[in-house]
């Protein structure tokens, strides 16, 4: 590290110092967010909103290649709409802000604002269904949603944040279900494809289920301090809703039946997520796929030579802009190269590229990449695709290295017991067996502060008793603290 780097980065806290301290001071640091006037709600600035907006263009994207489409819904929903399910309601209620006034004026019924949308959307569909030729019914929403945490982390957990959530009608079970495994692959896909982030895919046991589902289906991903972030859910909802909503509709055999639903989403979280997985003391690295700026150029020389440098770095810049690639020029000339390398590298741009005098005589360019620090001397004829080669290969050492990660810190444990002292000495998650009891599942959050994060679909291995009972395991979990 150069002491031009060392200079600049004692402004970040060491992961290994304080890893929530560093966590703070990397979005801050690379301007991600500004803390509004109201608790708990933050600003997205550029960089992290144009995150969000990669995140919304690929997902929307495999959204209608399955044959979903978007629609908007209010974001005031009645009072009376959350007391039709039960248990939807408890579940939500602690975090529910409500509006009472409106035009100076009392209001007859409360209104929520929008903690998410089954009841709404519920009551619109309801509406909306009269035959089994209406079904399915496949509608995604862009949206914002509010509920009132008493803790908060900024894109990890906020009061006020942006997600997409699919709500989709079927005629039955079976195609339901297959509806709810579809949407949890797609996220499962995106995470390790486009953010470089493995997942493990499972079902969420009883009680860390969403409120009023029948299945829970989560992808869980490891930061790098060792606890889970829930990086997506796609629940399987029964009648439950269609019963307390009435969406019924006229089957093939003239009769009246309610449908089965479904409810699936992703949140802004997944940028808090990318920021811990792949973040290291140097600040941010962003995978190629999601970065704002996929490649940073910066010319250098003495400014006698500059005119000539910044005209190639323009026409270098034009031929990737040609390709598809997400470019910018620094030059800057009030900045040393040393100070944009280093502010760049903080910002977790890919690629660097280094263009001078000497490699203007000997046609050649400068590539540097963020994960690896590969430094690639490389023929200006074959720019673009050493640029796009390079980008593939730092999506995938980026993924590489999030696994091993996890891998190393993911154990085995046969007891409670065995559980805390993994924690008391190391960090991550550990593989246990579960009798199926509320009780035991309690008790392991109680003594450890770790959750069940789901009942993986193919664990390394199958245990055989719970670890807090001892007796028979039904089912085989993986535990860990988590955001």
Known sequence: ????????????????????????????????????PVRGCIVFKPDSYEIWENIQRELDARFKETGHRNAYFPIFIPESFFQKEKEHVEGFNPELPWVTEAGGEKLEERLAIRPTSETMIGHMYSEWINSYRDLPLLINQWANVVRWEKRTQPFLRTSEFLWQEGHTAHEDEADARRETMQMLEIYRDFAENFLAIPVIVGQKTPSEKFAGAV????????????????????HYLGTNFAVAFDIKYLD????????????????????????????????????????????????????????????????LFAELKQAGVRVKVDDRPDQSPGWKFNEYEMRGVPIRVELGPRDMENGQVV????????????????????????????????????????????????????????????????????????????????????????????????????????????????????Y
Not at 7 to 22: L, M, Y
Not at 216 to 226: H, L, N, V
Request: hydrophobic letters at 35%; aromatic letters at 8%.
């Open 252 to 315: 093939r055999e003239n009769q009246h039946t309610f449908c089965h639903t479904t409810s699936w989403g992703v949140s802004t979280r997944l940028i808090g997520a990318l920021i811990m997985v792949h973040g290291d003391d140097r600040g941010l690295a962003l995978p190629p796929k999601v970065a704002p700026t996929q490649v940073i150029m910066i010319p250098i020389g003495p400014p006698k030579t500059r005119e000539q440098v910044v005209g190639r770095v323009n026409e």
């Open 215 to 234: 299945d829970t289906y989560s992808i869980e991903a490891m930061m790098k301090d060792g606890k889970a972030v829930q990086a997506g859910t796609s």
């Open 367 to 482: 590539l540097v990449s963020r994960i690896s620090g590969e430094k690639r001397i490389v023929k200006q004829e074959n720019f673009v695709e050493e640029i796009q080669n390079m980008l593939a290969e730092i999506h995938q050492q980026m993924y590489d290295r999030a696994k091993q990660f996890r891998d190393e810190n993911f154990t085995s444990v046969d007891s409670l017991d065995e559980f805390k002292t993994f924690l008391e000495q190391k960090r991550g998650f550990a593989l246990a067996g579960w009798c199926g009891s509320d009780a035991c599942e309690a008790q392991v959050k109680e003594e450890t502060g770790a959750t069940s994060r789901n009942i993986p679909f193919e664990p390394s291995e199958h245990k055989s008793t719970c670890l807090a009972c001892g007796e028979a395991a039904k089912h085989t979990v993986v535990f860990g603290r988590a």
């Open 1 to 36: 590290m150069s002491k031009d780097n060392k200079q600049f980065v004692k402004e970040i806290t060491p992961q290994s110092e304080d890893f929530s301290r560093w966590y703070i001071d990397v979005i801050k640091k690379a301007d991600l967010m500004s803390y509004s």
